[in-house]
T-cell receptor
Framework: DADVTQTPRNRITKTGKRIMLECSQTKGHDRMYWYRQDPGLGLRLIYYSFDVKDINKGEISDGYSVSRQAQAKFSLSLESAIPNQTALYFC????????????FGAGTRLSVL | GQNIDQPTEMTATEGAIVQINCTYQTSGFNGLFWYQQHAGEAPTFLSY??LDGLEEKGRFSSFLSRSKGYSYLLLKELQMKDSASYLC??????????WGAGTKLIIKP
């Protein structure tokens, strides 16, 4: 079983629709992250959370929101999807600040038409 | 601004050795990471350097020079399964990871 699980794995939606991507983990890590990956660009941080009560904006948070429902669950929402949000989205977890080795889910491929 | 540079693509032959370079300019430094990412899959952790020098782990080694803002990943005895993208990432003064765009490594028989 995967330690970091993302659902759905693939999603096609239309411009203006609300969509939620979900992430759950069994690693017991406090820190969780949402990234997007576009061809030719590095991973870009959207939001991150160090515990249930701590949510922080990343480099590219505009147009996105998150919810940390529990230590194990971190969801990403697109309130009104637009085509340039078409990308591969990854959730990741890490145990601590210092070593910060991140463990990634399998990714969600999102297409906004 | 913060910047991580690595070659876009490299080609090597099965059984050979390849070195993938990474240079960085970041606000502070708290470690450098290398990840492997097969096409359409999640990145997976390969190595972590925080002090200058070479870290060896089986067929893979990673080198760091903090004064030069430079790292490389060395892959020996290349296998076809090593065909993947290799991502360099630096942890900045805020303990956030700054990611390079990745180097796509193509292995030819």
């Amino acid at each position: 079983d995967a330690d970091v699980t993302q659902t759905p794995r693939n999603r096609i939606t239309k411009t203006g629709k609300r969509i939620m991507l979900e992430c759950s983990q069994t690693k017991g890590h406090d820190r969780m992250y949402w990234y997007r990956q576009d061809p030719g660009l590095g991973l870009r941080l959207i939001y991150y959370s160090f515990d249930v009560k701590d949510i922080n904006k990343g480099e590219i948070s505009d147009g996105y929101s998150v919810s940390r429902q529990a230590q194990a669950k971190f969801s990403l929402s697109l309130e009104s999807a637009i085509p340039n949000q078409t990308a591969l989205y990854f959730c990741a977890t890490s145990e601590s600040r210092d070593a910060n080795i991140q463990y990634f889910g399998a990714g969600t491929r999102l297409s906004v038409l | 601004g913060q910047n991580i540079d690595q070659p876009t693509e490299m080609t090597a032959t099965e059984g050979a050795i390849v070195q993938i370079n990474c240079t960085y300019q970041t606000s502070g430094f708290n470690g450098l990471f290398w990840y492997q990412q097969h096409a359409g899959e999640a990145p997976t952790f390969l190595s972590y350097n925080v002090l200058d020098g070479l870290e060896e782990k089986g067929r893979f080694s990673s080198f760091l020079s903090r004064s030069k803002g430079y790292s490389y990943l060395l892959l020996k005895e290349l296998q076809m399964k090593d065909s993947a993208s290799y991502l360099c990432a630096v942890m900045d003064s805020n303990y956030q990871l700054i990611w390079g765009a990745g180097t796509k490594l193509i292995i030819k028989p």
